[in-house]
């Protein structure tokens, strides 16, 4: 490529990205002039974080092109092929929004033209959320958190032979031992006297409360007191 060439690919490249830039300038003029806030105003209300009818959500595009019950909200470049330019033009009178009061015939022509655009959406956070969610707004972190795990029955380990008094102790003392640390002795009557009253009425015991525990030589006294506070 000559001197001349080059000039001439630099100088048509920048054009095009200025073109570029002003364009995407201009989408952003307009949706946050014009779309956003009707969309706040007309749509929010029942389809958003807080609130989905139809298990709809329209305050991010990735939203919308998931859509809700009835399929995707939009299709990108296509207003005629959207259940949501559909619904606003109340064409069908069992599929009209929003329900209350129709939109103008401005603000329609507002969100066809959206919509015919492209539908322009700045980028923003919630659409990594979004992407990463199912239609329920879990993502996979949130399946595999323990609590909702299926209920198994796991084989209890060998662990703790020397001090273990149930199963559950058995795989405290394996992950102790997993990580080199060595189970706590037990504790003395006025520890968990003590322990008992804070974990069950969040106070300490009283001086004579502790005495009645400690001069209290029945086997089953630490199941009393249990029974006492509860």
């Avoid at 995407?24 to 807080?50: N, Q």
């Avoid at 520890?191 to 804070?198: C, D, K, N, Q």
């Avoid at 502790?210 to 199941?223: H, K, M, S």
Wanted: a negative charge.
């Amino acid at each position: 490529m000559n001197l001349r060439n080059l000039i001439l690919t630099l100088l048509l490249g920048g054009g095009c990205l200025q073109a570029s830039a002003a364009s995407d300038r201009e989408a952003l003029k307009f949706f946050e002039t014009e779309v956003r806030p009707l969309l706040a105003e007309a749509c929010f209300a029942c389809h958003d974080a807080d609130k989905q009818k139809g298990s709809l959500r329209l305050d991010h595009l990735s939203w919308m092109l998931r859509g809700g019950d009835s399929g995707p909200a939009i299709v990108p470049g296509n207003p005629s092929k959207s259940l949501l330019i559909e619904a606003v033009r109340r064409e069908d009178p069992y599929f009209e929004m929003p329900p209350k009061e129709a939109l103008t015939p401005r603000q329609v022509a507002t969100l066809e033209k959206w919509v015919a655009e492209g539908a322009f959406w700045p980028t923003d956070p919630n659409a990594e959320i979004a992407e990463k969610t199912d239609e329920h707004g879990f993502t996979k972190e949130d399946r595999e958190w323990w609590a909702i795990q299926p209920v198994q029955d796991p084989e209890v380990p060998a662990n703790g032979a020397d001090w273990a008094r149930n199963e559950i102790d058995q795989f405290v003392a394996r992950k102790l031992s997993e990580v080199d640390l060595k189970p706590a002795p037990d504790a003395d009557r006025l520890e968990l006297v003590r322990r008992v009253y804070f974990d069950l009425h969040g106070l300490p015991p009283t001086a004579e409360e502790v005495t009645a525990f400690l001069e209290d030589q029945r086997p089953d006294a630490y199941e009393r007191l249990i029974d006492k506070l509860l």
